[in-house]
Every structure is written in C-alpha cells, then in structure tokens.
C-alpha cells in the first residue's frame, strides 16, 4: 500500500495549463501502475489517465488525448499530469490512484491506493 498526496490545483483561465503532481510514500512506487481520476460537480468519478509502472504503456480519455500529458518519474515516486488547453468542462476534484496491474487499466476498481484529491476550476 502507497500514501498518496496530490498538489497543484487551482484556479486557471479557459485555454490556461496546470500541472497537477502526485507523490507516493510507503510502498514501492516503482511497481505500480498510477492513475489520475476526476469528479466533476454532480458527476460519476472518471477516468483521465494511466500509466503503467515500466512507462510506455499510458490511456488517455478521449476528451484528453492531446491536451494532457501523464508521466512518473520512479526516483522521485512521483507521478504528473500536465493540463494544457484546459477548458470548462475539465472542472473538477483530481485524484490519483495506484494500483497493481501490469496495464494503464481504465477502471476504477483496478486501483486501491486513492490520494485526497486537488481541485482543479477553469474559469471561462
């Protein structure tokens, strides 16, 4: 099991970027794949993006593809999602999970080690 602690949010313009950073303590990092998540207002937990622990296996939503960007740096148990383009609709409480697979699995049951969640507001 991992600790996870996110950071980054905030409050950015339509067409603005953010990076939003998740560390990991307490486990190995190094095997896990990561993922980030997002609750939109009134909305269903979704999936945003994965990234398997060897790192060239990654999923994207749709909505994202092009726009944001995951990564992991294994020495520093850190895992990044870059936001750019950001519009509206990409509103939310982001959160990263990890979990055991050996893919970049787009299901929430897939991932038992959830972070606390940082906000994220785009303003139009």
């Known amino acids: 099991q991992v600790q996870l602690v996110e950071s980054g949010g905030g409050l950015v313009q339509d067409g603005g970027s953010l990076r939003l950073s998740c560390a990991a303590s307490?486990?190995?990092?190094?095997?896990?794949?990561m993922a980030w998540f997002r609750q939109g207002p009134g909305k269903e937990r979704e999936f945003v993006a994965a990234?398997?622990?060897?790192?060239?296996?990654?999923n994207y939503r749709d909505s994202v593809k092009g726009r944001f960007t995951i990564s992991r740096d294994n020495a520093r148990n850190t895992v990044y999602l870059q936001m750019n383009s950001l519009k509206s609709e990409d509103t939310a409480v982001y959160y990263c999970a990890g979990g055991l697979r050996s893919w970049p699995s787009m299901s929430r049951d897939d991932y038992h080690d959830w972070g606390q969640g940082t906000q994220v507001t785009v303003s139009s």
């Open positions: 307490g486990g190995n990092f190094a095997s896990y794949t």
């Open positions: 990234i398997s622990w060897y790192e060239d296996n990654i």
